[in-house]
């Protein structure tokens, strides 16, 4: 698989993390077991992964003038990442993330993006040279949806390969999702944007094809401990999970996000770049934290291997 150029656009925030037996309910108070503060924000989180997955990797985004934004930096920059394109916000602060992991590895999580905010469509046209050295741009929900959607048309514009990840849930306009080539949700976030409840494989599909009737071009669904399901044009197909121990799922449907940007080349590799993204995301379920958890490439081949 050859090295791809690869340009992430979205957030970057501070993880303030607490294990807690199971994620509490509306008004209950529960001790937590740890606290730890981990760098994260799922723009963030796709731009290290894609780095330890071999790609050359930028980053654009907006961090606050302050203490988390320069830890922040600080830790994108010891992956490799080009921060050139990363901007300071002058009265905003870093975006955080208030994270419950439960101890059979589910989480309940609260973002406030604040810092994120400041990434706007105007500041999308300095990145226009970058597009005609990359080989796919990464977005999210994390952002402004104007920049989201600013991105995407300049894809477009330099056939440029865009991979959404419609991620956190909510609506979305149709704008957004037909200018994308290929459209990532989870089973929460799907539902939020074609109304379908995804509890069984023919939901997942019936939630595709909502998709695709909305006009998105190709659709990768994540399905957790199910896998991941595949819906383009002339085919689906389901790529099953593989078989680990769940330690925090923090973060993992980033490091799927980022593997499907490593190994999507074109149509005759569909299904091998969803169960390289499988593998990612399986690897990153298996210890704690968001960026800490992402994997490296030998890792990823060695998990193929194996299975």
């Not at 994390?142 to 959404?164: C, D, G, M, N, Y």
């Not at 989870?186 to 595709?208: C, H, K």
């Not at 595949?230 to 980022?258: N, S």
Request: glycine share 8%; net charge negative.
């Amino acid at each position: 698989m050859s090295t791809p150029t690869i340009l992430i656009v979205g957030s970057a925030n501070v993880d303030l993390v607490t294990r807690v037996p199971r994620c509490p309910r509306p008004g209950e108070t529960l001790l937590g077991r740890s606290f730890s503060v981990v760098m994260g924000g799922k723009g963030a989180n796709q731009a290290v992964a894609a780095a330890r997955l071999g790609a050359r990797t930028f980053f654009a985004g907006c961090v606050g003038n302050d203490a988390f934004g320069a830890m922040q930096r600080e830790a994108l920059a010891q992956e490799g990442i080009d921060l050139t394109y990363l901007k300071t916000h002058p009265s905003e602060p870093t975006g955080t993330a208030v994270i419950f992991v439960a101890d059979e590895g589910q989480n309940s999580i609260v973002v406030t993006p604040a810092a994120n905010y400041g990434i706007l469509p105007e500041d999308i046209a300095a990145l226009k040279p970058l597009f005609s050295h990359i080989d796919a741009v990464l977005l999210q929900l994390e952002i402004p949806l104007e920049t989201v959607e600013a991105v995407l048309r300049l894809a477009s514009e330099q056939k440029v390969l865009s991979i959404l990840d419609a991620g956190p849930a909510q609506k979305i306009p149709s704008t957004i999702i037909a200018q994308a080539d290929l459209i990532s949700p989870n089973e929460t976030e799907v539902e939020a944007i074609t109304g379908v409840a995804v509890r069984s494989l023919d939901d997942a599909r019936d939630a595709a094809e909502k998709l695709l009737e909305m006009g998105a071009q190709e659709v990768v669904l994540k399905l957790g401990s199910r896998g991941a399901l595949y819906m383009g044009r002339d085919e689906w197909f389901h790529a099953p999970a593989f078989q680990i121990d769940p330690v925090d799922t923090v973060a993992a449907g980033d490091a799927f996000t980022a593997g499907l940007a490593i190994a999507w080349r074109s149509e005759l590799y569909r299904r091998d770049a969803v169960r390289f993204a499988n593998a990612a995301g399986a690897i990153a379920a298996t210890r704690p934290g968001a960026q800490p958890s992402m994997p490296r490439r030998a890792e990823v081949d060695e998990l193929l291997a194996k299975q």
